[in-house]
């Protein structure tokens, strides 16, 4: 999984080719947004430091989620 803090070109594509869908926010406005480029890469990004974000397969991304759902994090709440 890369995280991306400020993208460059030869690696992360530009802000503008990020496809985000709406932010999901959860109690105390705690909120993530979930986004696609053109090539197929998944992005979760936090609406708080729009220039960073995480990004991976659209695989992984989902095995992530899957596995947070599961329970995988929640030694961190």
């Known amino acids: 999984m890369n995280v991306t803090t400020s993208p460059?070109?030869?690696t992360s594509p530009a802000r503008d080719d990020i496809a985000?869908?709406?932010?999901f926010c959860s109690?105390?406005?705690n909120c993530?947004?979930?986004?696609?480029?053109?090539a197929g890469r998944a992005y979760i990004g936090s609406t708080l430091s729009p220039g960073e974000y995480v990004s991976d397969s659209v695989e992984a991304l989902r095995a992530l989620i899957s596995a947070v759902k599961s329970g995988a994090a929640d030694h961190l709440l």
């Open 27 to 29: 109690e105390g406005a």
């Open 8 to 10: 460059s070109p030869a």
């Open 32 to 38: 993530f947004r979930f986004g696609l480029d053109d």
């Open 20 to 23: 985000w869908g709406d932010a």
